[in-house]
């Protein structure tokens, strides 16, 4: 008789699995029999912490441990205890304009948590394949029109000088130590479970709010810089795709299409029937020290040897992330 093989459950760890991203993939690895666990930090309103997994109604289906990026001693423990065969490090201070108000936290976090992260997984799960979420933010002044894994980097914030700390040791662990090391540059990548100060969700909520006569105006920053915005559902099938490779490597993961702030804002306003101009208020506050005016990106690499595509239109995008707020804010005023 020949040897029963038997099929096992793969085991992922996600570090930032409360944030959007996290809520996405932890979906994603579940619809493909998973067992998912997360990273959590502790906090003392543990019953907002999960309000995406909720949303997406699998919250009873992450196995939860408490943990925090800067915290080595922490994630060895957590690594122990999981013994994952993959590790998804998208736990982050995310939010760019933040980075200024705090700078070192950021590089604790976004910097050496990452690095952390790299080591806790060197010593107890050296098998383990790593996936570090880099950032087209790391082109910031761009030197090439089109960035592609080849342009050179040129970080215009704390946010992104962070970034490219985590990525260069995410690339120096795999040469080094031989850790099969993803790191996957992704462009802007939006949906209705992007936090509310990111502009996309600041403007399908604030022209909700208007529709639904709550509010009458939206004060934005800088309308003229230019993102290639993406669908986040879209994205987390890359990171995942990039741990099926036999080898590990960097990818840039984008539309290949750049939109404006004001162009992205003109699309909400129209979907809703109304007139942007009659709302929308420059506020200086949400200008930048430093800004990142245009990114796009060329994703041929991943598209070749991933056999990754973006799914979603721009146009699709909006639509559903201003259905979405409607909804949202709908239901709050029927409480
Ligand atoms: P979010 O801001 O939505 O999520 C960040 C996550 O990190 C949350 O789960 C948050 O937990 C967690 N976190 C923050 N600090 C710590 C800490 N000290 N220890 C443990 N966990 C922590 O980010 P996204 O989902 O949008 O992005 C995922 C990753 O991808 C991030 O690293 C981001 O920088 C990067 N990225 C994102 C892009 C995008 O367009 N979305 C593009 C390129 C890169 P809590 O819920 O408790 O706050
Ligand atoms: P970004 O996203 O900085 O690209 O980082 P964000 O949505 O914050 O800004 C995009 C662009 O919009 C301009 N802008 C405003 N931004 C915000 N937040 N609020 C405003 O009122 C406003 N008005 C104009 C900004 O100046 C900027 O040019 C995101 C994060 O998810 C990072 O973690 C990730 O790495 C990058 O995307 C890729």
Redesign the pocket.
């Given at each position: 008789m020949g040897a029963i093989t038997m099929a096992t459950t793969k085991r992922a760890l996600i570090t930032g699995v409360t944030g959007q991203d996290g809520a996405y993939l932890s979906q994603l690895l579940l619809s493909k029999g998973y067992e998912v666990h997360g990273l959590l930090r502790r906090s003392a309103s543990a019953e907002v912490v999960d309000a995406r997994l909720r949303w997406l109604g699998i919250a009873g289906h992450i196995r939860q441990h408490d943990g925090n990026l800067t915290d080595l001693s922490g994630l060895i423990r957590v690594l122990r205890e999981v013994r994952p065969d993959e590790v998804y490090n998208l736990a982050?201070q995310?939010?760019?304009?933040s980075s200024w108000q705090q700078p070192l936290l950021t590089g604790s976090v976004t910097g050496i948590g990452a690095a952390n992260m790299l080591e806790a997984v060197r010593l107890e799960a050296p098998e383990a394949r790593f996936y570090q979420a880099s950032?087209?933010?790391m082109y910031g002044l761009i030197q090439e029109p089109v960035q592609s894994e080849t342009t050179p980097f040129y970080p215009r914030s704390p946010?992104a000088a962070a970034?490219l700390y985590a990525h260069w040791m995410t690339v120096n662990y795999r040469e080094s130590f031989g850790l099969h090391a993803s790191s996957g540059i992704?462009?802007?990548h939006e949906s209705p479970l992007r936090g509310i100060?990111?502009?996309?969700r600041?403007i399908t909520d604030g022209v909700a709010r208007i529709k639904l006569g709550l509010s009458q105006t939206l004060?934005?920053?800088?309308?003229d810089?230019k993102?290639d915005w993406g669908h986040a559902r879209d994205y987390v099938q890359a990171m995942w795709l990039m741990l099926q490779q036999d080898t590990a490597d960097d990818y840039v993961i984008a539309t290949g299409r750049t939109v404006s702030?004001r162009e992205f804002c003109r699309l909400a306003f129209d979907k809703a029937g109304l007139d942007m101009d009659d709302h929308v208020r420059i506020d200086e506050r949400?200008?930048?020290p430093a800004?990142?005016d245009v990114l796009l990106g060329d994703a041929s690499k991943a598209r070749t040897r991933l056999g990754w595509t973006p799914e979603t239109t721009l146009e699709d995008l909006v639509g559903e992330m201003l259905e979405a707020d409607i909804r949202r804010l709908g239901m709050q005023a029927d409480r």
């Open positions: 982050a995310s939010f760019v304009k950032s087209s933010e946010y970034k992704l462009f802007n100060e990111f502009v996309t600041k004060s934005l920053g800088n309308l810089a993102r702030v949400f200008m930048r800004e990142v």
